[in-house]
């Protein structure tokens, strides 16, 4: 069983990078793919990037892609999601995510354990 704990939010000037890191316990982390996730005030969750469970496919969605960078350590139990060029847009509570299966999804239902979320604060 995966349980998720993120960190590495924080503040940042536009155009800035910031990493965010998300550390999972369970034996099987490798049998689930992993997904960031982001919800601004007033708005719906919504999906950011995922990974598959051995790493080698990373799906992003437009509004990221070229600036963001999802990546896993199965080794350590860790799933990073490198943001540069951060943009005002991309404030809001990040959230890790485990999916059901190894494969990578892009609706919110086959992600089943989240972590408690980190604040992206990014000023103009």
């Known amino acids: 069983q995966v349980q998720l704990v993120e960190s590495g939010g924080g503040l940042v000037q536009a155009g800035g990078s910031l990493r965010l890191s998300c550390a999972a316990s369970g034996r099987t982390f490798s049998s689930h793919a992993m997904a960031w996730f982001r919800q601004a005030p007033g708005k719906e969750r919504e999906l950011v990037a995922a990974?598959?469970?051995?790493?080698?496919?990373?799906y992003y969605t437009d509004f990221v892609k070229g600036r963001f960078t999802i990546s896993r350590d199965n080794a350590k139990n860790t799933v990073d999601l490198q943001m540069n060029s951060l943009k005002p847009e991309d404030t809001a509570v990040y959230y890790c995510?485990?999916?059901?299966?190894?494969?990578?999804?892009?609706?919110?239902?086959?992600?089943?354990?989240w972590g408690q979320g980190t604040q992206v604060t990014v000023s103009s």
């Open positions: 990974i598959s469970g051995s790493g080698g496919y990373r």
């Open positions: 995510a485990a999916g059901k299966t190894s494969l990578v999804h892009t609706t919110t239902s086959v992600y089943d354990v």
